[in-house]
């Protein structure tokens, strides 16, 4: 080139060009897999917080309160008896409220067993008291059991020992399968992407290699796999929690929840729960860019 | 003409670009392609690497710009031994090298523009700092109107000149090309001999593997000479 002829070529405008180009074909089945399971991981989530708030009220139900049965007794009136031992243990220390509760109270209870027909006046029929504790964790069992004793009141206390040690293994129970499905399912979420991951390193080896020979370091070239991964991540991530939130609205309104399956966990529509649907995305995005991180990173270590 | 295993003019060792003693190379555990090879680069030199198709002179350049690790002997590059550099270092050492290769490795999607200015974005540098630097020499190999075209779209001698520009565009010590004229006509082939001698002529140390002897006549430069891997070398007088 000749000094006089020179003239400064002009560079092209714009920006950066994406360095790994976009691969439709391969990132759809990829994206709708991510998405199924995002999809799933919600609702485990979901049931998993459902699971924590059944239980935290079954357990608080129990806790603070115990029963105390009275027995009907030939030559005394129950339910004399029952309004006279609620206002007995009314007055021991540590109870908020004693509640005596009228025979048409357990009939109402018996009613599964024995229809709605109600039952013979003359069957004696045991009758209840509801009592609230000031402190859930001292129970004045045998505070009762003595002032009632002294009165000839013939009853039995219930401090609900029995029933909630069941509900804490059923609750524990059902948290504990909520958490493990959710781990599985963000296991077989993050395997999924680390897969597909070497699979578009292998179908991208070219690119893989010529960012090599120019230098590029490994960090370089698992970034742009990591960020590629993380958009996918994040676009899957949406649209499965959308769907989850579909489902959670819908249940939610519907009504099909504790009343009709009691022992299930439930879903429920609240602030956490809509805060965890919205954070989905990003906890997607964020597994699916570690997962190809870890595995582009590895499979690149193999080589030299 | 003198023929021996290693170039006899060894140089201090702060001229020396790349040094071979005694290496050989497999991959897995196939037969060993390179056998027994000794040689020095010095800087600031022109070498022709010739011998048969399978004498193993894409493997040597692999071991040059280090794709692969010799399976024995020692490999130096800029007087450090690479069997015992950390993975982290290697991508400093091979931006000191410039690859250009038979089948250009071009990133199709990429504009001649972004696959020449590759090796100063992924050194990290602004486009804003390299963008005419890049412009002015992706004019001086003559493509200044196709800065914007993708390579697939260019003849085989213009991707070659492509290919040559990503390679010297962050002035590395060390230039290698693979069958740099295999793809392009004879005219074409002495242009771009031209253009390696200018770039050598500016200081870049520059190795042209080929088997095309017309392009080796026509310079009287050293040639290492592979057959059944091993190694001999040959000077020529100017």
Redesign the interface.
């Known amino acids: ?1 000749s000094g006089d002829e020179k003239h ?5 405008a714009g ?5 790994l ?1 976009p691969d439709a074909g391969r990132d759809r089945p990829l994206f709708a897999v991510a998405a199924i399971l995002v999809f799933l991981a919600c609702l485990a989530a979901l049931g998993a917080r459902g699971a924590w708030t059944s239980s935290d009220r079954w357990m608080s139900d129990l806790a603070g309160s115990m029963t105390v049965q009275v027995r009907p007794v030939d030559g005394r009136d129950a339910s004399d008896d029952a309004a006279e031992a609620a206002r007995l243990i009314a007055a021991l220390p540590g109870i908020a409220s004693a509640d005596a509760r009228s025979r048409a109270d357990s009939e109402a209870l018996l009613e599964p067993w024995f229809g709605t027909g109600g039952l013979p006046a003359d069957l004696p029929v045991p009758l209840l008291i509801d009592v609230e504790l000031s402190d859930p964790d001292i129970l004045p069992v045998e505070d009762i059991e003595a002032v009632l004793a002294d009165t000839g009141i013939a009853a039995t206390v219930d401090d609900h020992g029995r029933w909630s040690d069941a509900v804490a293994r059923a609750s524990h129970l059902a948290r504990m399968l909520a958490l493990g499905l959710l781990t599985l399912i963000l296991g077989a979420a993050a395997a999924v992407i680390a897969f597909a991951a070497r699979a578009s390193l292998a179908a991208r080896r ?2 893989a ?10 960090a ?1 070239i698992a970034g742009l796999f990591e960020r590629r991964f993380f958009g996918l991540g994040l676009e899957a991530g949406a649209t499965g929690a959308g769907f989850a939130a579909l489902i959670a609205i819908l249940v939610a309104v519907g009504g099909g929840n504790a009343d009709a399956m009691y022992f299930l966990p439930e879903l429920v529509f609240a602030p956490v729960e809509i805060a965890s649907l919205l954070a989905a995305p990003l906890i997607a995005g964020a597994v699916a860019a570690l997962s190809a991180r870890l595995a582009v990173a590895e499979e690149l ?1 193999k ?2 | 003409m003198t023929e021996t295993g290693v170039n006899p003019f060894l140089q201090s060792e702060s001229e020396v670009i790349v040094r071979f003693d005694d290496v050989g190379m497999r991959y897995g555990r196939g037969p060993e392609i390179l056998k027994d090879v000794s040689f020095v680069l010095p800087r600031g030199s022109f070498t022709f690497l010739t011998g048969p198709s399978g004498a193993g002179k894409t493997s040597l350049l692999r071991l040059i710009y280090m794709a692969h690790k010799a399976s024995r002997g020692v490999v130096q590059h800029f007087g450090h031994d690479t069997a015992a550099l950390r993975r982290k270092d290697l991508p400093d050492l091979r931006r000191r090298i410039g690859v250009v290769f038979q089948e250009f490795r071009m990133l199709d999607h990429l504009s001649v523009f972004e696959n020449v200015a590759l090796p100063l974005r992924v050194a990290g540098q602004k486009r804003s700092a390299y963008a005419e630097d890049v412009a002015e020499l992706i004019s001086w190999v003559g493509l200044e109107h196709h800065m914007e075209s993708r390579p697939a779209t260019l003849s085989g001698g213009e991707q070659q000149r492509v290919a040559i520009a990503r390679a010297v565009v962050n002035q590395p010590e060390l230039l290698i090309a693979d069958e740099p004229t295999g793809n392009v006509d004879p005219d074409m082939a002495r242009r771009l001999l031209r253009l390696f001698v200018e770039l050598n002529r500016l200081g870049t140390t520059v190795l042209i593997a080929t088997h095309d002897l017309t392009l080796v006549r026509a310079l009287e430069a050293p040639i290492l000479s592979l057959a059944d891997g091993r190694l001999t070398y040959r000077e020529r007088a100017a």
């Open positions: 080139m400064t070529p002009m560079p092209p920006g950066h060009a994406r360095l180009p070219d690119v290699d010529a960012l090599h020979i120019v230098g590029a370091t490994d370089y270590r080589r030299w």
